[in-house]
Every structure is written in structure tokens, then in C-alpha cells.
């Protein structure tokens, strides 16, 4: 019985928080991952590791605040959304960042160029002054419920103005318990 309330809890919680990013992304524009963790896909856990132009490894301290997954409202797809993650990106900042990503299915989920004005784009977002976005390239998502990894080909980009930076690469693994 109590292992019931404890669960609504938890999913009132992911959608409350869900809802509260999604409409910071509408105000924006933009899907985005806030602060993105880094590590490479055979490293740790809730580590995402950023390579190339801009590097650096940012961390996720799996909460229900912070990892929330599941069906998307349309219940056409899923979404995951990571956040509060901590480290350095060199050249992009420190901070808070987070993660979404919007794969199809579950399983591996292929990613193209972004569409800055869909809901369904990966990103990584900073909660910096200005904001910093990593906009999904190419790539993909791997997303198994509670557990995923990301392998993608970003882009840099200072949200609401037209600027446009290098590419990295930003490889991870998130595990959000069960």
C-alpha cells in the first residue's frame, strides 16, 4: 500500500517537474538538456562527456527531482529529462545544466539535424547568463525506461540570438534507479 502512494508521489513529481521544463523550453523555443552530464559510453553511470571543439564532463546525482522519464503527454513517444547536473564545459561554462531527449521508442533512437522550433529536438541546455544550448546534429539515443545512453554529434548555440558556435561530440550514460 505504501509502496503505491510512494510511486504516485514520484510521478506526480516527474510530471509537475516535466511540465515546469517543458514550459521554460516552450518560453525559449527550444527543447534543450539543461546543463548536460558527460562521459563516454562505456564510463560511468550519470556522466556525459563532451569532446571535441568544446569539452568537459558533467555529472547527475539521480534524484526524482532530477531524472524524470517515461510517455510523452501524446503518449507518441517518450521523453527524458536530466537536470541539475553539475561540471565544466571549457568555452561553454559551469553550472546547472540539464538534458532532453525525445527518443521514438524504446531501444536506440537515430537523431538528424535539429529543428530549433520543435518540441522534439535533443539538446543540452546551461542555466548560465546567456543560456547555452547544445543542439541535437546527428547521432543517437538509446532509451530503456529508467536507464539510456546518448552518442551525438552537437552544436553550440547562445539561445535567443543567431548565434551559432563549433560541434562536439557528447557521449553518456544515465541510470535513474526503478
Not at 569532446?51 to 558533467?58: F, N, Q
Not at 525525445?102 to 543540452?124: E, I, M
Not at 560541434?167 to 526503478?178: D, H, P
Request: charged share 10%.
Amino acid at each position: 500500500m505504501f509502496e503505491s502512494i510512494k510511486r504516485s508521489r514520484g510521478r506526480r513529481l516527474r510530471d509537475t517537474t516535466t511540465a515546469l521544463i517543458l514550459s521554460g523550453m516552450l518560453f525559449s523555443g527550444a527543447v534543450a538538456l539543461v546543463a548536460p552530464s558527460t562521459a563516454s559510453a562505456g564510463g560511468a553511470s550519470n556522466t556525459f562527456t563532451f569532446k571535441g571543439a568544446y569539452s568537459g564532463t558533467l555529472k547527475l546525482t539521480p534524484s526524482s527531482f532530477n531524472c524524470s522519464y517515461g510517455k510523452t503527454y501524446s503518449g507518441k513517444g517518450f521523453l527524458v529529462t536530466l537536470s541539475h547536473m553539475k561540471g565544466t564545459i571549457t568555452g561553454a561554462g559551469t553550472g546547472a545544466w540539464a538534458m532532453s531527449a525525445y527518443p521514438t521508442k524504446k531501444g536506440t533512437t537515430h537523431v538528424g539535424a535539429a529543428n530549433v522550433q520543435s518540441l522534439t529536438d535533443s539538446s543540452f541546455q546551461s542555466n548560465g547568463t546567456p543560456i547555452i544550448s547544445f543542439l541535437e546534429k546527428s547521432g543517437s539515443v538509446t532509451y530503456e525506461g529508467s536507464t539510456g545512453s546518448i552518442n551525438m554529434t552537437v552544436e553550440y548555440h547562445a539561445v535567443g540570438s543567431t548565434t551559432y558556435g563549433k560541434v562536439a561530440t557528447v557521449t553518456g550514460s544515465w541510470n535513474c534507479g526503478s
